[in-house]
């Protein structure tokens, strides 16, 4: 569709929803609508889509109006659509007589959107409702997935039935439905939530002597589950006590964790570990060198920032915009332009181009250290390269030169082309 087609499209779907949504009289005025028949599947879907979330008994409405029209077949996505909203504003009755129209039309209910049924009434403390939807499923012609077991496994963890949860477990095992990372850490963040490491090892330890394996190591199963619970100095303890003893994280398990720390402003502690860990056989990742370097360039380290910045190029990453942004940052905040500015032009000799939030940074760093000449200088480049500068920063700059008295270089900004004000908005 040309771009006027698809305004007047998706204009079409917020006039419906709103409809939808807002008339009392809904049938009524739809019907006065006189709407194109057939009516298009994919425009009710979305309409639906947009409705159901905030008036789910009235997008119910709009689809049964839908399908006593001719010539209009629902698909399962249409269904599917209104069985989460129902089941999240509590409509029970109406979802199992949705459920009970696909069965009719032969229409398989998707494991997925059940699964979300089952978490829903779990969060919703309705533990019983959530086993109840379960247990019907068969009923209805929807599998029990892996994903449905493990919605439930959250539902009676979120209330604390650990008992039914090991019951559960071991149903899986009984219906060969194979457990996945998400069926134990389930288990393991529930028991770290609680505060109760000790369990969740021995939680893990049982499962192994049962034949029960998670795909990962129980170990990084327990770090991940503390970081979650938020307990950082529990995870900390553990991980260290793993390093000592040799055992090492997964490193998405320490990226993980790393990054908790550092948002955490424990900066220090997670440059140890990585030394630790990276000198008993761990292997960095970008993922590792994203979280780490602009976390200790954010905290001064300016050197330690470097030293992590090469081991990136050492192990054959390629770096990006961002991560020399956050050394270049650091270098200006502690007063070092100099270093700053070979380090920017280093980036751009090596074929790492600059983007524009790097340019917006560098310009603005310039400007907050009276460094006006080389703010414009970088502006100018900035433009050059196809970021046309926006109206905040292009007026700082103008302004500081005016001050410093270099009216020959503000005439020369002046030249620039800013965007329009509306353009800068959008």
């Not at 639906?48 to 399908?67: D, K, S, T, V």
């Not at 009676?156 to 559960?168: E, H, S, T, V």
């Not at 926006?390 to 002046?414: I, S, W, Y």
């Amino acid at each position: 569709m040309a771009g006027e087609e698809v305004d007047a499209y998706f204009a079409a779907v917020h006039h419906l929803a709103t409809i939808v949504r807002r008339d009392f009289y809904l049938e009524r005025t739809l019907n006065r609508l006189r709407l194109p028949s057939p009516f298009s599947p994919d425009l009710a879907l979305r309409v639906i889509r947009a409705a159901a979330p905030a008036e789910p008994l009235h997008a119910a409405r709009f689809l049964a109006w839908l399908r006593a029209r001719p010539a209009f077949s629902p698909s399962a996505d249409h269904f599917d659509a209104l069985l989460l909203p129902l089941a999240r504003a509590r409509l029970f009755t109406h979802l199992w007589s949705l459920a009970s129209d696909m069965r009719a039309l032969g229409l398989p209910l998707s494991p997925s959107t059940f699964s979300a049924v089952i978490s829903s009434y779990g969060h919703s403390r309705l533990t019983d409702q959530a086993v109840e939807v379960f247990n019907r499923l068969p009923r209805f012609g929807c599998p029990q997935t892996t994903q449905v077991y493990n919605a439930l496994l959250d539902a009676l963890c979120a209330n604390g039935n650990f008992a039914g949860a090991y019951k559960l477990l071991r149903r899986m095992a009984r219906k060969g439905v194979a457990p996945d990372r998400a069926t134990f850490s389930t288990l393991v963040d529930a028991w770290c939530a609680a505060g109760k490491l000790r369990e969740a090892q021995a939680f893990l330890d049982d499962m192994a002597e049962r034949g029960f394996r998670p795909p990962v190591r129980g170990r990084d199963l327990l770090v991940d589950g503390l970081v979650r619970a938020g307990r950082l100095e529990e995870a900390k303890a553990f991980a260290l006590r793993m390093t000592k003893e040799g055992v090492l994280p997964d490193v998405a398990t320490f990226n993980s964790l790393a990054e908790a720390l550092c948002s955490a402003g424990d900066v220090e502690f997670s440059v140890s570990l990585l030394a630790d860990a990276s000198s008993r056989g761990l292997c960095p990742d970008i993922s590792t060198y994203k979280v780490m370097i602009p976390a200790v360039a954010k905290a001064g380290r300016i050197d330690e920032a470097f030293r992590l910045f090469y081991a990136a190029l050492e192990d054959g990453h390629r770096p990006f915009p961002s991560l020399y942004a956050a050394i270049i940052k650091a270098l200006c905040k502690a007063g070092r332009f100099a270093d700053a500015f070979a380090f920017f032009g280093d980036m751009k000799s090596k074929g790492h181009p600059p983007n524009r939030p790097v340019y917006v940074m560098l310009v603005k760093m310039c400007v907050r250290g009276g460094r006006f000449v080389e703010a414009a200088n970088y502006l100018v480049e900035m433009s050059e390269a196809g970021f046309a500068p926006r109206a905040p920063t292009f007026n700082a700059v103008v302004d500081g030169l005016r001050h410093c008295g270099k009216h020959d270089l503000v005439q020369r900004m002046e030249q620039l082309e800013i965007p329009p004000y509306s353009e800068q908005l959008s």
